[in-house]
């Protein structure tokens, strides 16, 4: 199969191998080694999840437009390979950024930044600020770029009160007959449900603007150089679209300022106030320059509701049977939603 896809992209020579590659929950994805006379050359290739992003070739026009106007600004600081620090799309040989398969699905080619390396959790404070830098570097990078330019790929997403909304539909439904072994977390969440709306009331009043954001900016989406540790770029970029910074930031400290990870055991689950501070550096360290002083201001509250939500699109999707994130065991979607419900009540501890 990878073969025959391979083969409808530009590429400069045959394939030599191709193996699975990543950690990712969503897209399926293969480093692909090819050779011309000699010389090896790497690739990213993958297959989007068709069942996530219902319109492929609008998430790929949004790709498309990000990465030409970040590749523009970078040659326009004097960087002469952008594809070096930055993804950059592989064309396919009849011109479109994508192929569509017999079986209807699609696949697209990234070139293989070669001195980046990325960690699923923060190593140590010094990689917690490139994190942050690394997150404010993008967004000053599309600071200019008009988020109307952008298709809502993902409609929804971040919008807090609609996961709550859907967690409720789940309860009620709850077939899969899970709901008894989450009394726990219900109870937590109907404590805290004027948290929902907070982030998103903020961007419908207008009190914060719109920009283009990210929105997955977890640690292992923040590649930094292998031999300095300094950020280079943010990968996966499927779902950027229009939204506010604070779904950024806030989706950055809760994946970054847990150093046990998403699966740890909820018990040893604690928040770094150390990493989150180091974070903050260095992401207003890039971004300070294009925000505004109510923007800076809301950039605490944002981890508390993104964290949050996590917890509850996790716990949903174990009530609806596990339909949305991949696990890799019976209650995997419960054992996350814990860990992120744990990390809450740190970060309520520790008076953020």
């Not at 000699?38 to 993958?46: E, P």
């Not at 570097?137 to 600071?143: D, E």
């Not at 501070?277 to 890039?286: H, K, Q, V």
Request: with cysteine; charged share 25%; aromatic share 8%.
């Amino acid at each position: 199969m990878i073969p025959g896809i391979l083969s409808r992209f530009d590429l400069p020579g045959p394939l030599v191998r191709a193996d699975r590659f990543g950690s990712g929950l969503i897209n399926e994805t293969w480093l692909c080694e090819v050779s011309d006379a000699g010389t090896v050359y790497k690739y990213i290739l993958q297959k989007i999840n068709r069942v996530v992003f219902k319109h492929p070739e609008l998430v790929m026009v949004n790709v498309e437009t990000v990465t030409a106007h970040v590749k523009t600004r970078l040659r326009n600081e004097g960087i002469a390979d952008p594809a070096a620090v930055t993804p950059a799309l592989v064309s396919a040989k009849d011109g479109h950024s994508f192929i569509v398969d017999a079986a209807g699905e699609y696949w697209r080619m990234f070139h293989f930044i070669e001195n980046g390396r990325v960690f699923d959790t923060v190593q140590d404070l010094g990689h917690a600020y490139e994190v942050g830098r690394g997150l404010g570097r993008f967004q000053s990078l599309v600071a200019d770029l008009q988020p109307e330019r952008l298709h809502d790929t993902l409609p929804g997403f971040h919008h807090t009160p609609r996961y709550l909304d859907e967690l409720d539909d789940a309860v009620r439904k709850d077939r899969q007959g899970r709901l008894n072994d989450a009394g726990a977390e219900m109870a937590f969440i109907q404590t805290r449900r004027s948290l929902a709306p907070m982030l998103a009331d903020l961007m419908k009043s207008g009190r914060v603007p719109v920009r283009v954001v990210h929105n997955d900016p977890k640690v292992n989406n923040v590649m930094v150089h292998a031999a300095t540790g300094k950020a280079l770029c943010m990968l996966d970029l499927d779902t950027v679209k229009p939204g506010i910074v604070h779904f950024d930031f806030g989706d950055c400290v809760r994946s970054a300022a847990n150093p046990a990870g998403e699966d740890a055991d909820p018990e040893k689950v604690v928040f770094d106030r150390s990493c989150y501070e180091a974070i903050t550096r260095g992401y207003l360290e890039e971004a300070r320059s294009f925000l505004t002083q109510s923007e800076i201001g809301f950039l605490p509250l944002s981890v508390k509701v993104i964290t949050f939500e996590l917890g509850i699109r996790f716990l949903a999707d174990h009530l609806r049977g596990d339909t949305y994130f991949r696990v890799q065991y019976p209650g995997h979607n419960l054992h996350r939603s814990r860990v992120q419900f744990r990390l809450l009540e740190h970060m309520e501890e520790a008076g953020l």
